[in-house]
């Protein structure tokens, strides 16, 4: 856990935002034994392992990113976008779990 050191605990707090919960994201879960998070655009992996560490009390193992791009929408004749977010699969050592339902 000596990677907690490096950040302050206020901004790991900030660094998560929501668990995905998705079809895709629990076939991920169930067969990588990974959690799929949001996070925030300027998040790092390092940060991202640290915040999971802390806040669920288990042991990460690795953690990668992908940018998702926001669609694009249209309301008669003006057009918008959405918000492009970040999502981090973070992939927990064996016998490491995170249950939603008890951090409740």
Not at 19 to 26: D, F, G, L, N
Request: overall charge positive.
């Amino acid at each position: 856990m000596s990677t907690l050191v490096k950040f302050s605990e206020e901004r790991l707090l900030k660094v998560l935002l929501a668990p995905v919960i998705s079809e895709k994201a629990t076939m991920v879960a169930e067969k990588h034994e990974q959690v799929v998070f949001r996070v925030t655009q300027d998040a790092t992996k390092p940060e991202i392992k640290a915040a999971v560490e802390m806040l669920f009390k288990v042991q990460v193992e690795s953690v990668q990113v992908a940018n998702r791009q926001g669609k694009q929408k249209r309301s008669g004749r003006f057009v918008g976008r959405r918000n492009h977010t970040k999502r981090a699969f973070v992939c927990l050592k064996p016998g490491q779990e995170i249950n939603f339902t008890e951090e409740a």
